[in-house]
């Protein structure tokens, strides 16, 4: 305690005593005025300010302050990297640090904002997020703006450093609103009304891509949609029963129906071009990649075809036989078969050889529907649930309750599971928190959506929308996208002032 | 065994031999160019390099020894395979090679790299630098590169305000 008071004493005499000190302080004034009074110039004013100065140094004062420059302009290399002509080297440094990091780093000088403004980098940038997150390149190609990444500034004068850099936190914000849409916004509603002649007859199957829409009917026909503005662009007719399923790629378009044949459609002249006669009773699913096509019937059988996707024939190759009712589903990849079946099992099979590999039991009734991806099974049935299996090991991994009728339809990517049910339900649930053992059922169940008034059949979703459709006679696209066009929206911004408000 | 002399911007002379040197697509240009331009095919070749001075002269041709037998990197690499090779190819050499080195070398180490055109080295050091920044607050930033912000009247919030959307969630 004395030591403490001693110690402060001994400050205080010291500042107060010395002559010295005095003109410390009156200098530190000077100092602060002065600084005060540069700090007020403009940039020429300050530079001519020094140049006073410098002329008023001695030789030994100037050197020291050249050394004072290099070292202080060398450590401000982002700076000084495009004064000497080497802003590539600047934005190498630059390109591969994240959106946080380089909106910090604008932040640091002057020098720094003008140096990752006017460069390529937010560009970078968005090119990275294309290439790494599906949701970018989803929404891009979604709204037709891939023209951005493609296209270089003298191809479309608009593409400015200054357009990327504030098209970037407009993606980036849409992207976010778009998955808090998932959880808890009102989709907006997009519907189709297939009934024609006020006799509801049903939608059974679809498939859509970015320019169209393909379902199938039970009225027999099948019809091709436009996307966009939803109007009916074809019907293609052949089958003489109710089309159960479909499946398509850029050239063609795969159907099964009630009359038992399994029909291929060359997409462009939207002909039929072969009908494949095997199956005894209704062809349930029908699934293709590449050249194998693989069938499903209530014969219980699996039929696995060669597609010659030249002349579109097709011919039979072998058959899977072992279920004991219907075989309601069936998918596959390079590594399985699996199928579901109204015996309530769910059998693997290999792809390779075809050889039965294992069955799935733990459904009560019979399994309806199936999705299958990697190592994940994931399966509606008729007992109301669905369950989550690993291919691997046969175990079941969780069931999810919460449907009231028979689970008819069922689709999952990375990050949800989406099922349709017969009392018109749709509900999306939560996979990766599926997936976790540590986390409680009755928190997976993310949303329901509830507006078909009949079964609900098929259903196909992407980032930005589900789409269904039902025994209501209606596909509805559940649209959760957020509305408004960002890229117009930066346009305007940047070039508000101009005349120019082309839209690209 | 052929041999190059090198000379730094100070008037160092490096005596190396041709094959290391060749390793900078710089170097290996000029030896070809002195190559074809002498009639005896055994003189060795001079080079001066008036903007490198020994010091990062010595450490480029260091770094260039002990990656003599990697393959070499070709100068323009397409941007989009980014510097995954450099990030793979980053041995705790390397790293120990980098460690004591101050903002200010590591730059003219850069600007050398460019220069000589040793793509392998310009890849670590720039990821050294980009390392500075990576996740680092502004006030981070400019501590470590010795910066003061410049700013004037609210430019500086008005640029914190244009990247607010980075820090919000």
């Not at chain 1, 393909?214 to 003489?240: F, Y």
């Not at chain 2, 450099?86 to 003219?108: H, N």
């Amino acid at each position: 305690m004395d030591l403490d008071s001693e110690t402060m004493d001994g400050k205080v005499v010291n500042v107060s005593n010395g002559t010295s000190d005095d003109r410390n302080s009156q200098v530190q004034g000077i100092k602060q005025i002065g600084y005060g009074i540069f700090q007020k110039m403009t940039e020429s004013e300050q530079l001519e300010f020094l140049q006073d100065v410098f002329e008023s140094l001695n030789q030994p004062q100037l050197r020291k302050a050249q050394e004072l420059f290099s070292s202080l302009l060398q450590k401000d290399f982002i700076s000084l990297l495009p004064a000497i002509g080497l802003e590539d080297i600047a934005e190498e440094i630059l390109a591969y640090l994240d959106y946080k990091s380089l909106c910090a780093a604008e932040l640091v000088s002057r020098q720094w904002k003008e140096v990752i403004s006017y460069s390529k980098l937010w560009k970078r940038q968005i090119e990275h997020k294309i290439k790494t997150d599906k949701m970018w390149k989803g929404l891009l190609e979604r709204r037709g703006w891939m023209h951005v990444t493609t296209q270089t500034q003298t191809e479309n004068p608009l593409l400015t450093s200054e357009f990327y850099r504030k098209l970037y936190p407009k993606i980036y914000n849409h992207i976010k609103t778009v998955k808090r849409n998932w959880i808890e916004g009102d989709p907006a509603f997009k519907i189709i009304n297939c009934n024609t002649n006020g006799e509801s007859k049903g939608v059974y199957c679809l498939q859509y891509d970015n320019s169209k829409i393909i379902s199938g009917h039970r009225d027999n026909t099948i019809k091709v949609w436009d996307a966009k503005s939803l109007e009916c662009k074809q019907m293609l007719t052949g089958h003489t029963g109710s089309i159960l399923s479909l499946q398509f790629d850029s050239n063609i378009l795969v159907t099964g129906s009630s009359d038992s044949t399994v029909r291929i459609w060359d997409l462009y002249t939207g002909t039929m071009v072969t009908a494949l006669n095997y199956h005894r009773e209704p062809v349930l699913h029908v699934r293709f990649i590449g050249a194998v096509l693989i069938s499903s019937s209530k014969d219980q059988k699996i039929a696995v075809w060669s597609i010659n996707r030249q002349t579109i024939t097709a011919s039979l190759q072998t058959v899977l036989i072992g279920h004991r009712a219907a075989v309601n589903a069936v998918e596959f990849d390079e590594n399985y078969i699996v199928s579901a079946s109204g015996d309530r099992t769910i059998k693997v099979w290999s792809a390779k050889t075809c050889e039965f590999v294992r069955t799935l039991k733990g459904h009560t009734r019979g399994v309806a529907c199936i999705h299958y991806r990697g190592t994940l099974i994931v399966s509606g049935s008729s007992d109301n649930t669905i369950r989550l299996w690993d291919l691997d090991s046969g175990g079941c991994l969780r069931v999810l309750e919460g449907h009231n009728e028979l689970v008819r339809c069922i689709r999952f990517d990375e990050t949800r599971i989406i099922s349709g049910a017969y009392d018109g339900r749709i509900k999306v649930w939560d996979l990766q928190a599926a997936l976790n053992p540590l986390i409680s059922s009755n928190v997976l169940c993310l949303r329901t959506l509830w507006r078909h008034t009949g079964r609900v059949f098929r259903l196909e979703f992407d980032d930005f929308q589900i789409m269904s459709s039902s025994h209501d006679d209606l596909i509805i696209i559940w649209d959760f996208d957020e509305q408004g066009n960002p890229l117009e929206a930066v346009h305007q911004a940047v070039f508000e002032d101009s005349e120019d408000k082309m839209i690209c | 065994m052929a041999l190059v002399r090198v000379i730094s911007s100070d008037g160092a002379a490096f005596l190396v031999s041709q094959r290391l040197a060749k390793r900078s697509g710089k170097l290996k240009t000029e030896i070809e160019t002195f190559r074809k331009s002498s009639d005896n095919s055994e003189a060795q070749p001079e080079i001066r390099i008036v903007t490198i001075r020994a010091e990062i002269l010595r450490l480029v041709l260091q770094w260039l020894q002990q990656h003599q037998n990697d393959p070499v990197l070709p100068a323009n690499q397409n941007e989009q395979d980014g510097r995954g090779d450099a990030e793979m190819g980053q041995s705790q050499w390397d790293r120990d090679f980098l460690a004591p080195m101050d903002l200010g070398i590591v730059m003219e180490l850069i600007l050398a790299a460019n220069h000589l055109e040793v793509k392998g080295l310009l890849d670590i050091t720039c990821k050294l630098v980009e390392s500075k920044i990576t996740g680092r607050t502004v006030d981070e930033i400019r501590t470590a590169f010795k910066l003061k912000s410049d700013f004037k009247g609210n430019e500086e919030e008005q640029t914190r305000l244009e990247n607010r959307w980075c820090v919000e969630n």
